[in-house]
């Protein structure tokens, strides 16, 4: 006799945009689970087509309101490499300065809205800010602190405009950087202090293995740019990116699902990737916590990407004072250049994970063609993959307890699913 | 954290259709005289958490569906009762699920201040991703920039 029961969720609550799971269940396996996303980047591709590469910064920066900073930074990196464009050392130190604005940002609005209410079985924001007033309110100062960077370099606080082919349209004075330097030094101590109580937080135990890719760098923890290395595979350069990655077509989502070519596996990309691979890398004061807070590598259970995320605050934080603190305005805020017909890609790290951008150019300068491949699809089959692992030991409990620990679960994969999806449902169906 | 005598104006939107409401009304804004009141954009209403206590007065615009049909858009004080509901019970969806009412509450549990919030909220029909605001959201955020200029102007010359 066959039993079908359904439970639904009306949102997967405090992720970013909306999507649907459906898991469907057979005495005590699981037989399927399926996370239901859909994808706007693909609509963007075809939106690039025609457009001047001078409109694509701005237009990348639209896919997603949350990591504006990710998509135009892949981009101008990709067209800056289709046309041999060479930055300025003092230009980009300024993109990594961008790029640590929207990591503190997007990681403290993860840490202490999204994820630390987990942990306290707390079922909003609301219900943490009034147990840790403190804390929460620390974390808002911090996402101002980042906003702050955001829009000093980027133009603008909400989708950055500063951002082109080259460098930017203005640089920053040493004195409007400076200025920065007070509440990002107090937002270091803090982050310090934040990371200590989130050590001390109880961690479920889910570590199953599983392959973690992250771009990797020679002398710096990986923003812009990097061999895309693995902790399963040797290292690639991003050039082959898609000669060892590809995306398959599913019956049940829009999105795509990106897997290793070899085996069509899944493979992990974030914060516990990056630190996996690039913890050498660190900042000092990170490193240090790195050493003191961060369980024993490698770094499998996935309810540790809170840590692994607020190390990363840190670094950010440690990294833009250094950057301010040496700073030197370059003598030209781009580099100038003439379009032709050509191909390029480049890949940097958006807070959730490695981001992937392809353009093919004409020599009129317009886009011909465009491949935009976000965190959150690549992360898809492994969310799927580790849903059916961690659901067994759910089974006994009632629907709304499965359905909100697979909410948790997900949550810390901080999916940006406005970037592939809208709005999640559970179909728990049982047999 | 010192508090300034001064108004501060925030539009809450994203890109999507009508959802660009909160943003065009402060675009609007910057073209009048809205006196000394500064205009800010932002996208995740948590940001205007660290915002009310900075300034005397907080005034939020954003996107609503569910409005009544003939009501382009509405002004509600935070703290008057009847406001208050209509507030706590309009449909607002928001990024990461922390909507305007949401993000209030959060800040009351923070020992903010909100009595000084006023919102404008606008009818919004369509939130399709990238889509153009439709033509009557568009009138309806000219309408309500003047609206708050105007009230803004009338009021210059009460001491905050």
Redesign the interface.
């Known amino acids: 006799m066959t039993e079908a029961r359904k439970i639904t969720v009306n949102a997967l609550t405090r992720v970013e945009g909306e999507g649907a799971l459906h898991v469907r269940v057979s005495g005590d396996q699981v037989e399927s689970v399926r996370l239901s996303i859909y994808e706007p980047p693909r609509f963007f591709e075809a939106f690039l087509r025609g457009r001047a590469i001078e409109e694509v910064p701005d237009i990348t920066a639209r896919i997603c309101g949350i990591c504006p900073v990710a998509y135009q930074m892949t981009s101008v990196h990709a067209i800056e490499k289709a046309l041999d464009i060479s930055i300025s050392p003092g230009v980009r130190q300024l993109r990594r300065l961008l790029y640590c604005g929207e990591w503190i940002e997007s990681h403290v609005l993860h840490i202490f809205m999204l994820n630390a209410p987990d942990f306290f079985d707390c079922h909003s924001g609301i219900e943490l800010a009034e147990r840790f007033p403190d804390q929460v309110n620390t974390g808002l100062r911090m996402k101002k602190i980042g906003n702050g960077l955001l829009e000093l370099l980027g133009g603008r606080a909400i989708h950055p405009v500063n951002v082109r082919v080259g460098g930017f349209y203005r640089l920053p004075s040493s004195d409007e950087l400076a200025q920065q330097l007070p509440e990002l030094r107090w937002a270091l101590d803090a982050a310090i202090t934040s990371a200590n109580w989130i050590a001390g937080f109880d961690f479920p135990e889910f570590s199953i293995d599983c392959e973690l890719v992250a771009l990797q760098h020679s002398s710096e923890y990986p923003m812009n740019e990097g061999v895309i290395a693995s902790t399963r595979c040797p290292s690639i350069v991003v050039d082959d990116y898609e000669k060892h990655f590809g995306e398959l077509h599913v019956e049940h989502s829009t999105a795509l699902h990106s897997v290793r070519r070899d085996g069509d596996t899944p493979y992990f990309l974030g914060p516990l990737a990056r630190l996996q691979l690039n913890h050498h890398r660190l900042t000092p004061l990170a490193k240090q916590l790195f050493r003191e807070i961060c369980p024993p590598l490698p770094l499998r259970n996935r309810f540790h990407s809170i840590i692994a995320r607020i190390i990363e605050v840190v670094h950010a934080l440690e990294e833009a004072i250094a950057i301010i603190e040496a700073y030197l305005p370059p003598s030209e805020p781009f580099t100038a250049y003439q379009s032709k017909a050509s191909c390029g890609c480049a890949a940097t790290e958006a807070p959730r994970g490695l981001i992937y951008h392809h353009y093919e150019i004409d020599d009129e300068g317009l886009v011909v063609s465009s491949k935009i491949v976000p965190p959150t699809s690549q992360n898809q089959l492994q969310i799927e993959s580790d849903l059916r692992e961690y659901l067994p030991r759910l089974l006994k409990e009632s629907e709304d307890t499965i359905a909100a620990e697979c909410e948790k679960l997900i949550r810390n994969y901080d999916p940006c699913i406005s970037c592939s999806t809208h709005f999640l449902t559970l179909n728990l169906e049982r047999r | 954290m010192s508090m300034v005598c001064s108004t501060v104006i925030i539009g809450i939107g ?2 999507h259709g009508d959802d660009q409401f909160g ?1 065009v009304v402060i675009d609007e804004l910057a073209t009048m005289d809205s006196g000394d009141a500064i205009l ?5 209403p ?2 205007l ?2 915002e009310l206590e900075t300034y005397n007065r907080v005034i939020l615009v954003d996107a609503s569906i569910g409005l009544p049909r003939n009501e382009p858009f509405l002004k509600l004080m935070y703290m008057d009762a009847k406001d208050h509901k209509l507030i706590r019970e309009m449909p607002g969806r928001s ?4 909507g305007l009412y ?1 993000t209030l ?2 800040a009351e ?3 903010k201040r909100t009595d000084h919030v006023i919102l404008w909220i606008g009818h919004g029909v369509s939130f399709d ?2 889509s153009e605001m439709s033509e009557a959201t568009v009138i309806a955020a000219s309408d309500c920039a003047i609206a708050i200029a105007k009230e803004l102007c009338d009021a210059r010359n009460v001491a905050c």
Not at chain 2, 40 to 44: S, V
Not at chain 2, 95 to 98: A, L, N, P, V
């Open positions: 994203s890109p943003w800010r954009k932002i996208n995740n948590v940001d958490i660290p990024t990461h699920d922390i949401l509450r959060m549990s923070l020992g991703k990238m």
